[in-house]
């Protein structure tokens, strides 16, 4: 498969690790990456990462392209995808995180690549893709989204615990770290709260999860509210879930079948240890399931929580959806 990356922000750079240094990425050649950033500082914020830490190889520079692990990867610096040649390219991974106009988000199609996966939601793409929940669906669209990272750790969860005893109601709180969206110090925004500073305060804000679960599922439509606190800590989030559920249902009984259904997904993980945010960095799964912290608070509500790393693990999606799609 052959794939580039337009924009090489925290997401992009994620992907290329993985490409170069996990299974995910075998098989896979990156034709060329596009960012509006030079060259140098490219190479420098790929090669020191202040989150997963300095690259374990050396990433140079030079002429126009990114050297690393004997990879010779070209670097074009185009504010307009359509000024670079894309023919032959299977795969866009879209992750600027502008594509939410059909505009922007066809540039890819019109440089020559055979799809475009966005890295975020985007009313431009023809299907937002949760792998997992409604991968199935996935036919000949040209534009597709990969959704949003906490909906990657939500839809998978809401799916299975609707298929073991039915959901009536639920409401999902993501514990979020900051992102590049907050000032470090107090600046406008469009949101009060979200204009105060990211590292300092605990901000409660939306979710974009909320509206996004009603596309992935459309059967549970107005059943799943959510909101985020976004907290003060550079990677890896969380997902607290409480559902009203429509059978009763034991906590043992629970625990077992949740437990059986996580060893069955492909992007679902559980742990048993009292693990802490820091611990899950660098995770690849959609959501770690954390058991000491599930609750059984009456015989038909659940409270599940879980760990997602929302750089690396939505990144991981993004290689994974754009195989899928490369098919």
Not at 8 to 30: D, K, S, Y
Not at 64 to 90: C, F, Q, W, Y
Not at 220 to 244: C, E, M, N
Request: charged share 20%.
């Amino acid at each position: 498969m052959k794939i580039a990356i337009n924009g090489f922000g925290r997401i992009g750079r994620a992907i290329l690790r993985q490409i170069l240094t996990t299974p995910r990425g075998e098989g896979i050649e990156v034709a060329l990456i596009n960012d509006i950033a030079e060259l140098e500082m490219c190479a420098y914020l790929f090669q020191y990462d202040s989150t997963f830490g300095p690259f374990p190889h050396e990433a140079s520079h030079e002429g126009k392209a990114l050297h690393v692990l004997g990879r010779s990867i070209p670097m074009h610096h185009a504010a307009n995808l359509t000024e670079v040649d894309l023919s032959g390219v299977d795969v866009v991974l879209e992750c600027t995180g502008i594509a939410r106009t059909s505009d922007v988000a066809e540039r890819g199609l019109q440089a020559g690549a055979g799809k475009v996966l966005i890295s975020g939601p985007s009313p431009a793409a023809e299907l937002t893709l949760v792998l997992g929940v409604n991968d199935a669906e996935l036919g000949a669209e040209r534009i597709v989204s990969n959704a949003s990272c906490t909906t990657n750790g939500l839809a998978p969860l809401v799916k299975l615990v609707d298929q073991i005893a039915g959901i009536e109601s639920a409401h999902m709180t993501t514990i979020h770290c900051y992102t590049n969206s907050q000032p470090m110090v107090d600046a406008p925004r469009g949101d009060f709260a979200r204009s105060r500073a990211g590292a300092l305060s605990m901000v409660p804000t939306t979710s974009s999860a909320t509206h996004l679960i009603d596309e992935v599922l459309p059967h549970l439509k107005g059943r799943i509210s959510g909101a985020a606190v976004r907290v003060p800590t550079a990677s890896v989030s969380a997902v607290d879930l409480v559902a009203q559920l429509r059978q009763e249902i034991t906590a043992d009984g629970f625990a077992q079948a949740l437990r059986q259904g996580v060893g069955a997904s492909e992007v679902l993980g559980w742990t048993d240890l009292p693990l802490v945010s820091s611990d899950m960095r660098s995770r690849p799964e959609s959501l770690v399931i954390a058991g000491p912290e599930f609750r059984l608070c009456g015989p038909r509500q659940v409270r599940i929580f879980g760990w997602y790393d929302n750089e690396w693990g939505f990144s991981a999606r993004m290689l994974d959806v754009a195989r899928k799609m490369a098919q």
